[in-house]
């Protein structure tokens, strides 16, 4: 089983409609979450970057981080076509935590947004 | 204010050649990270540098080098290339051991 689990889609959307992405995890240590945005033959772009649980919101975009369940969400409202991309959640623990300092990313999911 | 800058773009080499690959971190970050992306997947944590010392290893084999310079930039070293190496090879940075990466636009390497 994997660490970090993300659905690959594609995911097709009309313009303007509300997009929801999710992860989830095993890893209990992981306290740092983040949504980097990869478009096609690019380096990710980071989006979000939360520590712990609870909410963010920037813009059109709001990052969820669900401890307790092991689950992350990242929400694209009022979607363009300029969103299409691959996204891309990814996961650290804390300092002392194996895993500090090290990204591990989900396989990503493709999101396109037609006119 | 530049961000991550690695070169090169593309390359392209024969299987059981050596490569090196380059990262310039962003300004006042002191921390690069390197990571390999095969099509279709999430980038793989191969190794970090920090003070110009190895810090945490992903799980590659020691065909995979790297070293960090007194100005932060990095490389990574591949050796005896396979067909398998072919991927983005991704360079991230960040202040002091954090998770608040960024990623250059990566070098794609393809092996034949």
């Known amino acids: 089983q994997k660490e970090v689990e993300q659905d690959p889609g594609p995911l097709s959307v009309p313009e303007g409609a509300i997009v929801s992405l999710n992860c989830t995890y095993s890893?209990?240590?992981?306290?740092?979450f983040m949504w980097y945005r990869q478009y096609s033959r690019k380096g990710p772009e980071l989006l979000m970057y939360?520590?712990?649980?609870g909410n963010k919101e920037d813009g059109r975009f709001t990052a969820q981080v669900d401890k307790s369940s092991k689950y992350i969400s990242l929400f694209i409202r009022d979607s363009q076509p300029s969103d299409s991309a691959t996204y891309l959640c990814?996961?650290?623990?804390?300092?002392?935590?194996?895993?500090?300092?090290?990204?591990?990313f989900g396989q990503g999911t493709i999101l396109t947004v037609h006119p | 204010d530049a961000g991550v800058t690695q070169s090169p773009t593309h390359l392209i080499k024969t299987r059981g050649q050596q490569v090196t690959l380059r990262c310039s971190p962003k300004?006042?970050?002191?921390?690069v990270s390197w990571y390999q992306q095969a099509l279709g997947q999430g980038p793989q944590f191969i190794f970090q540098?920090?003070?110009?010392?190895?810090?945490q290893r992903g799980n590659f084999p020691d065909r995979f080098s790297g070293h960090q310079f007194p100005n932060y930039s990095s490389e990574l070293n591949v050796n005896a290339l396979l067909l398998g190496d072919s991927a983005l090879y991704l360079c991230?940075?960040?202040?002091?051991?954090?998770?608040?990466?960024?990623f250059g636009q990566g070098t794609r390497l393809t092996v034949v």
């Open positions: 300004s006042g970050h002191d921390t």
């Open positions: 890893n209990s240590a992981f306290q740092y």
């Open positions: 939360t520590y712990s649980s």
């Open positions: 991230a940075s960040s202040f002091l051991v954090n998770t608040e990466a960024f």
């Open positions: 990814a996961m650290s623990a804390d300092a002392g935590g194996t895993s500090y300092g090290k990204l591990t």
């Open positions: 540098y920090y003070e110009e010392e190895e810090r």
